[in-house]
Every structure is written in C-alpha cells, then in structure tokens.
C-alpha cells in the first residue's frame, strides 16, 4: 500500500465514527469498520456507528431471529446491531463487522474521534450538529456523504461546507452511483470522494518504509495555526480550522482512499467538493422525473430524454452558483456524476417511489411511507428546496425539470406536460 500507510512513528491513530445508520450509513459503516482492522496502523480498529434509537421486532426472515429468545419482543436497535451484527431494519440480511459498535449517544459516538462520517437522511443533520457542536475534537476532519443541499434565506450550500462551518472542522464529500444493497452485497461499484482542505494536514515527512522510522515530534492542537478557510466557491469561510495534531498520522487524499477504498467498492479521490455534492443532490430530483414518466409507461427513450435535459440542469444550476470552483468533468466524467444519475433513474428509491406513485395515483410521500419501512427519501424535499431558491431569484424557467418535478409534487401540473414543459430549455 503506497503513500499514507507507509507512515509509522505517530503515536495516535485515527478513531472514526458514522454519524448515520440507516440503508448507506450502516453500508458505509461496513466498509469502513472492514478497512480500520485491515489498516490498524492508521486506525483504531473498533468503529463507532451512531444509531438513532428505536425499538425493532427481528422479523421472522432474519437468520438470526429465534423465536424462544424472545425475538417477537421489540428490542434496542442497538442491541440488536451489537449483539448479531445485523441492522434487521435499515440493511437486513448484511452481516456487519464485529469491530463495528453501534452506540445510540451521539455525544459518546463522536468523542474522541479524528474522522467524523455523516451519513444520515439530510432532514436530521441539523439536530445532530447541535448536539455535536463542543462535543468533538476541534481537529477532527469529516466526509458527508448524504445527498442533499442546505437551502436557506441566504442561498444555497453544501452539506459539507455547511456541517463544516457549523461544527469548525473541514468535511470532504463522498457521492457516487451507490445504491446501498448493492454494496452491501460487495458488488463491485465506483465512488467519488472530493477533499480539498485548505492546509496540507500530511505535514510529517514521509519515511522510507525501509529505513528506521524516527520518532515524530509531538505537537499539541495549539501549536498549529488556524488559518482561513476558503469554502466551495472560493469565499472565507467563517470557520478558522485547527490542523491535525503530528501524533496522528496525516489526512491526506491517500488515507481517505485507503479508509474508504474495498475490492467492491474503488474509489477516485478529487478536489471538487461543489461537483460532487452537487452531483449527488440534483440527480435526486431528476430520479423523480424518471420515475414518473417510466410510471406513466414511456419507456426508455423518454427516460433518457429525462436523463439528457436533467444532467443540461445539474451542470447549469453547478456553473451558475458555484462557478467559480465547480468542474463541469465532475458531472460528466466521475461516478458522483452521470454514473449517479443512471444509476439513479434505473434502481434508486427515488425513481422506485415516483413510479410506483404514479401507477397507483397516489402521493410520492405516501409511497414513501407505505413501502420505505422507515427509510427516508431525499428528493422530495431536494426538489422543494431547490424550487424556492430558484423562484426567489425569478430563476424557475431556467430550469424546466426541476420546476417541473416540483410542480408535479405539489399537484399543479401532470405527468403528461412534462414533454412540453421542458421544450422551453432548447427554445
Ligand atoms: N440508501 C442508498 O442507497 C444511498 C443513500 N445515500 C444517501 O445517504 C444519506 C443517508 O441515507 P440512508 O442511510 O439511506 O438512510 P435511510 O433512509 O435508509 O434511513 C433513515 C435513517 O434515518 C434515521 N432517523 C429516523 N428518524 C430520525 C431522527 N428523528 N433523527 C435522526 N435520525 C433519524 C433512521 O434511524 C435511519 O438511520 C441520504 O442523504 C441518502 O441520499 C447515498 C447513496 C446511496
Ligand atoms: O444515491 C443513490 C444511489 O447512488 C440512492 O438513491 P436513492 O436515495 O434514490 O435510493
């Protein structure tokens, strides 16, 4: 293994904690806990997996349920992940790393902890940044992988940088074509993940694996400047970051790869966090779209009709509010972009949700509620929240299909306009 974990002489290793355990999060949960026991120079090996709690029945399908230890009963879900190592509610069926401790205090999951995940559904981030702000360690570094944009009076923001500036740490992303089963089964798949912190956190020397390794010197938080971080479109960011302390070994582009990277799942380290953030939020709203014209029974040529004018939308809405730092490769070349957005529109929940809304001629939000058992969409909420930013600025008839899925959703046009709704984009 070449770069990061060659690194020896730190006297601390990196302890990582999920924020997050659903479908993706107790995914992602899996494949970090898999790598922290491959890689225990760099990390400690039990991995904390914040768990909302609830109480779970084992359904009769798991092979871990025994009627006579009482498994009708509800349970901890906590207890259940802890004592079979199966999330029966989010990922069951997936047998999940011994090494991976489902802990239901956030407080207690994310001390202590150098590498925060965030991987929940993007309506409960908030809450749980409150809880987390003064309870981490003020040089700890995070990736989001949750889908999603942060919309507000102000405009728009990532995930990331939002989570950043709120808790006063640097967050990368993680995005890709993804569908969480899938991975969860170790079917092979591609991911992106966009770091880019403003201060090389790989400030150690680099020994040779091959000669003595000198002791690293030891230096506390306070002996590393706060600098200025510049956000995803280039502005200073508010948060003053701590660097990462000499005892640990460095957080660099090779030790988050070597963190997230399994034989099933490659991954691409880039530097475009807008891109990739982006990739991954918008392609939720145009799933939607997919799935209502595969619902009315269009077939393919119409989906991809959808999937042409919503990456057209993707790229725009990327260049148009975070032009300065976006790359329009991101959308078009990585698997946080057009690999996504296929993916999405073929299998996604989203897609799966809005199909089977429009064949029985009910609510996406009812679907979601009679057949996700507890999972949580994020496109409705995306194509809401990017509808208000856009109308806010007199923007809406720039972006026909995300108008048009919005519109959609709340009733005031049908499947059947989207073909002349969205004609006005190549007028
Ligand atoms: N599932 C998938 O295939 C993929 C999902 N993602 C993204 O990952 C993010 C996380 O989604 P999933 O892990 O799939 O979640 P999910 O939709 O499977 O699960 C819902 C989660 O929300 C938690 N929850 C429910 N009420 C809560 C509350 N009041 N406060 C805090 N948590 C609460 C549940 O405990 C559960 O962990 C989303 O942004 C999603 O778009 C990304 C790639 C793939
Ligand atoms: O992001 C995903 C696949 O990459 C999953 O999308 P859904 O949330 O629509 O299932």
Known sequence: MAGSALLGGHSKKHKVTVVGSGNWGSTISKIVAENAKLHSNLFEEEVQMWVYEEEVTIPSTSKNYDAAAGHDEPQKLTSIINNYHENVKYLPGVTLPSNLVANPSLVDAVRDASILIFNLPHQFIGKACDQMR????PYARGISCIKGVNVSDDGVSLFSEWIGDGLDIYVGALSGANIASEIAAEKWSETTIAYDPPLTDS????????????????????????????????????????????EYPPLDHDSFRTLFHRPYFHVQMVSDVAGVSLGGALKNIVALAAGFVDGRGWGDNAKAAIMRIGLMEMVRFGKEFFGETVQSATFTETSAGVADLITSCSGGRN??????????????DEVERQELNGQKLQGTTTAYEVNSFLKARGLERDYP?????????????????IPELVATLDD
């Not at 003064?134 to 360690?137: D, F, P, Q, S």
Request: aromatic share 2%.
């Open 351 to 364: 897609f799966r949700c809005a199909r089977k809304a429009v064949e029985k001629g009910i609510s996406v």
């Open 401 to 417: 299909l995300f108008t048009a899925v919005n519109d959609i959703l709340r009733g005031k046009k049908q499947v059947d306009d």
């Open 134 to 137: 003064g309870n981490i360690l």
């Open 203 to 246: 400030r150690a020397p680099t020994p040779r694996s091959d000669s003595p390794q000198p002791a690293q010197p030891t230096v506390t938080v306070t002996d590393v400047p706060a600098v200025v971080h510049r956000d995803a479109r280039g502005r200073a960011s508010k948060t003053k970051l701590t660097g990462v302390p000499a």
